[in-house]
């Protein structure tokens, strides 16, 4: 209802006004703000910025979607997040440790013994929507969990890359100790305000990527809206090329300067999908055919239907297609369907549990090791 | 008691001390005569167990057998004569040079310890512990040269792999890099005592005067001068131990009680710079500001405004570190890539085939080079110069 009222608001009222009529529009504002709060709040039971206007106030549409989407659910908030609140009771032994994930009433706690010690902190932050690792805090140190929730297994395993750990006490088994700086990494990628320079802001801190964090400006240009100021709105995104959009998008999702200067290899960089999508030789920085927004809208949920990508692929490879400098692009000779389920394979990270997406579009052939 | 590397506990039974030198590093004591001892042992011992001399003569035989009793009851002027004398004799006992150089390094005696070392490593050539302390006597005696080629290599080799070496090694090391101008690997070398809390004044004064690009040693600073370099020394290693927010006051406050310091803001950026270029950017920017005759200054701001995409700024920034310095490599690569991201492609490739010119392998140069093909809608060409990067790193 809100939303729509929202939509009604903008459709019927000038931009520019002046007066009454800006007056009535402020009044609405307001009025459509409280509605939203409790629009927004049953959908999601998230904590509200606490002024008003939102950007759900103009951008109802993309605020809905956005609402459902991944990056929304990076971090989530402790007493709503659907796995824990689906599995209070989860369990399992890892390398002579016991680690137990309960949540009650709302509030989730960790727990590791050895069978003679015993360690249990408060889960405070959860890091992702489906598999989920837990940034845990102790005695001023932050660790990442040992485990993790898979839901290919629909419980605990070890977390990537902590296998090599070999724990000595239940302190050590808690998980990996993070650096301040992969700290900072950690919740400016996964929630909005949570860092500021070198400083962690956990207490202003708000779970998830939220509108801000992409559109920078956009908390001014929501009070100059309010204002009838439509001077301040932030940058368009939407019109940027393959490789703008692969640089913005590896801002977290790590861009190909950054894994090459940092020297990460082998299979846990397919987790760094602008990295790899610029490893192929299909990828041309300024046909946006390519770019990371032609085939993902970050407003939605992740489509996991093949044939909505394959539309992207022929979009370059289909028939009578050509380059942006007007070559032919060559056709598969073997399908027009299912494009990704080749050329793009899923990869194991080591350890197991969780597999990506191969964004280094290519011709695999059986066998081949994975390209760095 | 100290510990080697793959070896069984020796005791100071082995060589007893002289009697000022204490029996072990204290944790919070700056590597000196103490560390100094500590070293001579593990090396002892390594050399020792690979140093076997084979059937010596009986002369030989007897002379050795009272060196290694005279080293045992302390007697350091008698050891370093028998010593010297056994070697008269045999002069390819490895294990009887080692003693020499260690005995004459405990006595002060380095221009003869170097001598010593010398011959061992005529023997065992690049054997890490004779390395490490024939810099250490290098050093001392003012070779400074040479004293950094031989600690940089027995580092390299391992030399400092027990902690307890390790201070007194990477200590005189990090004098050393600042002294011939390399401050960011003089401050790396102090990253060891900040990740192990040992703390001293004499250390953060050498972090503060690597920081603050100073080539002095610690020891030739005017007393009225220690504070500030102290106190910048303190910020740095608490940054270095990883206590992000508390370094940030402490050289907010720095900023506050010597606005006009040089160096200062430099330092600070340096060390925000291999985490974060996009925060260095500020504290490069305040020192151009404070010291615009810079040329490094300018240098270092535009290269970590190119790390942060802000490729439009970078750019002046690079200008003009080139005019004062053309052949700054840092400067090229910052221009190139900056240039080659804001439409100038043409002047962007002449300058990369410049630097690819005099060094084909820079990684930087051939990322910039693919910026140009793809700016440039040469796909083919980028997807080719992307995987030269690849292939770099490999």
Redo the contacts between chains.
Sequence with gaps: MSAQLALLWRGSVPWKTTGARNAVGRWLIAFICIGLRVWEADAQSRPMASHAPTCATCHAGVAASYVHAPMHHALENPGADPVLETHPNLSTVQDGYTYTVQTKDGKSTYTVTDGKDSLTVPIRWMFGQHTQTWVLEKDGHFYESMVSYFPREDGLGTTPGDGRLNPHTVTEALGRVI???ET?QCFNCHATEAVD????TLDRLRPGVECERCHAGAIEHMADAAKDNFKTVPKKLRPMDA?EAA?FCGQCHRT??TV??S?W?GEVDVRFQPYRL??S??????DRRISCLACHDPHQQLSHDEALYDQKCLACHGAGKT???GKAIKACPVSKDKCSSCHMPKVELPGGHVAFTDHFIRVVHPGDAYP? | MFVAPNSKPITPRVLSPKPQIPETIGSTGVPGAAGRFGLVLILLLLISSSAHSQQPAEQFDDIASRAAGARDQGNLPLAIELYSQAEGLKPDWAEGWFYLGLLQYSSNAYPAAIEAFNHLLVLKPGAPPALALRGLCEFETGAFDDSLRDLEEAVAKGAANEPRNEQIIRYHLAQLLARVGRFQDAVTQYQFFADRRIDDPDLLLGLGLAGMRNRMFPKDIPAEDRPIYEAAGRAGYTFLAGLTQEADSQFNQLFERYPSAANLHYFYGALLFSHAPDLAVGQFRAEVNLVPSNTENHAILAYSLMLASRYSEALPEAEAALAGNPGMEMSQLAMARSLAETGEEKRATELINHILKLDPSSREAHMALAVVYARTGRREDAYRERAACLALER
């Design positions: 650096s301040t700086w900072l320079g070198t400083r962690l490789a640089n190909w300067d090459v200067r020297h290899r610029m490893n030789k299909c990828f041309a920085a300024n380059a942006i400098d760095n």
